[in-house]
């Protein structure tokens, strides 16, 4: 009777130094690395992936969590490989015991007693299956995994590290080459195969091999009905849907945008740009449509942002990185430093309205103009003579708004680009009037910029590609009425042909020797940007923006939105008047020296000219006079000598030999002078 209890207490003094031995050798385990890489993820701004890129070796091992998969998926893999896996510490003693039994009987492996986690320490340790020891390792291993990680995260492990075929791992890797979408949902058909595949990857590849994929996928269909995942129903509607035949790629969307902020931050493992994903894979079909009938070597590029967040919602570098033939594809075209054409005027507008140089009612000559030795032509070699400013600037004219540039200064004009967010460049380091048709280089982004703060109300709005982005501080470029002004004029501008009058107003450029066609435009919330030309600056004969870049500019806005957003109100400060009710000064544009200059119909002495020598006038002289209020009065050296004349001819009494000054001053004040010599 004494005997029993002390064996009793012998096998649980036995049994607890088994246990603790077992916990030391597991406590003991040195733990292989569980940050794999990962491959580096680009998503849009409602976290659709835009791009991955593969880790070394080329796989495809995109990070996945459980919480993030189709709980469907994640029971019918617990029905099939590892039924008690919430309850077990990480090795089920009787599915192995079942496993090593079957085993010995059939002499063969019937069926495997690993746990999930026991499949997980074999993935992360790459270790065999094939002997004992390697067996040995992998349930020491997962009884430590047990010990430090959650059910969680070792189901996460799985969904991150299961081979799929080929160089596909993880769950999401696989849904999207297989099914081209993320496992968020998937139909019991996708759920059984992709629990069938990682059994044996190749092997079972649907691509490769259908028929072996449709019978592992039956095998775990009817599994999963056994266990009550499925009802027949569900099951019989997984017969019959086919396997995918055909590998899909993955998504290559927002390709330099991507690459851009893979350089930007090469640490991060996830990346989040402000482009939409739908809005973004339209345009890139745009490019590739609007490059047909174009010469092989033409490239575009493009770009959407909303003006009052600054986001862009779309940035297409070149018609894809495939046309990296003659085409140059693979460079980023939307931050190219490029010759802007006559893309600037509307800037050299805006900032002599403020200046009181003009308004969009001005007259201003469109006639021969030298500055210097620079002397512009317009695009068509013919002047238009006498037109009003806001003309001039909807027809793009060149001699106007150089003449505005020389009085505003090239270096306010360049000052005025910085403050709007551009980064110019100048090919000889010094700003002078050619700057205004194009002479410095700038990116299509930075025009975009340029043109988002025209409806901001003339203040800087700064761009911005990635999402939780720092805004920059925002700058005044040009006053509310001016900037409303500007709007008002280039949204008055016709449609090019075929294109609907729709109110956008926008405006186009063509660089020097036809490198480059631009066209910009912005409504009420979005603004746009077109490039099209050669990536390498070679000429594109015939080439003008209006013709070529403008209707993709149109089209850009039929995909963003189906109507306009309207332009704002005009502020309340803004001069909306005709010619005739401007300010005297505002009429007609005279340039810096105006005040000094005689009008048109000023006093003046029409003869003798100035500095004209007269012989015989010792016993007098005759002046003629032009435009002068009756009565005058004539001085001779300074001395009255004649009053009260109501009559242009004045014959003056003689002034002796010698030079005489004669000064003519009428009713209004006004007054005349020359220096004469007399004989």
Do not use: C
Request: hydrophobic share 45%; net charge neutral; aromatic share 6%.
């Amino acid at each position: 009777m004494r005997i029993l209890p002390v064996f009793l207490v012998f096998t649980l003094l036995l049994l607890a130094g088994a246990r603790d031995a077992l916990d030391q050798w597991v406590a003991e385990t040195e733990l292989p690395n569980l940050l794999a890489d990962t491959s580096v993820e680009v998503v849009d701004r409602n976290g659709q992936l835009l791009r991955a890129y593969t880790v070394d070796g080329g796989l495809w091992r995109l990070g996945a969590q459980s919480d993030a998969v189709d709980p469907l998926y994640v029971e019918v893999l617990l029905a099939y490989e590892d039924k008690r896996f919430w309850s077990h510490q990480g090795v089920d003693v009787w599915a192995l015991a079942r496993a090593v039994a079957q085993s010995a009987w059939y002499g063969r492996v019937v069926s495997g007693g690993s746990t999930l986690t026991m499949q997980v320490a074999r993935l992360i340790e790459d270790s065999g299956t094939g002997s004992w020891a390697g067996k040995l390792r992998q349930i020491r291993l997962a009884l430590a995994l047990e010990q430090h990680l959650s059910k969680r995260e070792i189901l996460d492990l799985y969904l991150t590290h299961a081979p799929f075929g080929g160089n596909l791992e993880g769950i999401r890797a696989a849904t999207l080459s297989w099914f081209g979408k993320e496992p968020h949902r998937l139909t019991p058909a996708q759920a059984a195969l992709l629990v069938a595949l990682p059994q044996s990857p190749n092997a079972r590849r649907p691509d490769r091999n259908p028929e072996a994929a449709e019978a592992a996928r039956e095998r775990v269909l009817w599994r999963a009905k056994t266990a009550g995942v499925l009802d027949q129903e569900g099951v019989d509607a997984a017969l019959m849907t086919p396997v995918p035949k055909v590998r899909r790629a993955f998504p290559a969307v927002a390709m330099h945008l991507a690459d851009r902020a893979k350089a930007t931050a090469p640490e991060a493992a996830r990346h989040q740009v402000t482009v939409d994903r739908v809005l973004q894979t339209s345009l890139e079909t745009l490019a590739q449509e609007a490059l047909r009938g174009l010469e092989g070597r033409v490239s575009i590029a493009m770009v959407v942002a909303d003006h009052h967040s600054g986001e862009i919602l779309a940035s297409v570098g070149s018609a894809g990185l495939t046309q990296a033939g003659a085409r140059q594809g693979f460079i980023d075209m939307t931050r190219a430093k490029r010759s802007p054409g006559s893309t600037l005027k509307p800037l050299v507008y805006g900032l002599s309205f403020d200046r009181g140089l003009a308004h969009p009612e001005t007259l201003i000559a469109d006639v021969p103009t030298r500055f210097g030795r620079y002397a512009p032509q317009n695009f068509d070699g013919r002047f238009r003579g006498e037109l009003r400013v806001r003309e001039a600037l909807a027809q793009s004219l060149n001699i106007p708004v150089v003449m505005l540039t020389d009085e505003l200064g090239p270096a306010n004009l360049m000052a005025a680009m910085r403050a709007a967010g551009m980064a110019p460049e100048l090919p000889g380091g010094t700003a002078g009037l050619a700057v205004t048709l194009g002479g410095v280089g700038v990116s299509l982004e930075e025009l975009v910029t340029l043109y988002a703060m025209i409806p901001q109300g003339g203040v800087a709005q700064p761009l911005i590609w990635q999402a939780g982005q720092d805004i920059p501080r925002q700058q005044r470029v040009i006053s509310r009425s001016a900037a409303w002004h500007l709007g008002d004029i280039l949204s008055e501008i016709a449609p090019p042909a075929g294109a609907p009058r729709s109110g956008l107003a926008y405006k186009t450029g063509t660089s020097y020797g036809h490198r480059d066609t631009w066209a910009i435009g912005f409504d009420g919330r979005h603004v746009a940007g077109v490039w099209i030309g050669r990536p390498d600056g070679t000429p594109v004969p015939g080439a003008f923006g209006a013709e070529i870049a403008a209707p993709v500019l149109f089209d850009v806005f039929q995909r963003v939105k189906p109507t306009l957003d309207p332009l704002p109100a005009p502020p309340p400060e803004t001069l909306i008047v005709s010619n005739a009710a401007l300010p005297e000064p505002l009429k007609t544009f005279r340039g810096r020296n105006a005040v000094f200059e005689r009008s048109e119909d000023a006093l003046e002495v029409a003869f003798p000219p100035e500095g004209a020598r007269l012989a015989g006038a010792r016993d007098g002289m005759t002046i003629k006079v032009k435009n002068a209020a009756f009565p005058m009065t004539v001085l001779a050296n300074g001395a009255p000598v004649a009053s009260g004349v109501r009559h242009g001819d004045v014959t003056l009494p003689a002034t002796g030999r010698g030079s005489a000054t004669i000064t003519v001053i009428d009713a209004r004040g006004q007054s005349d002078r020359i220096t004469v010599w007399i004989d």
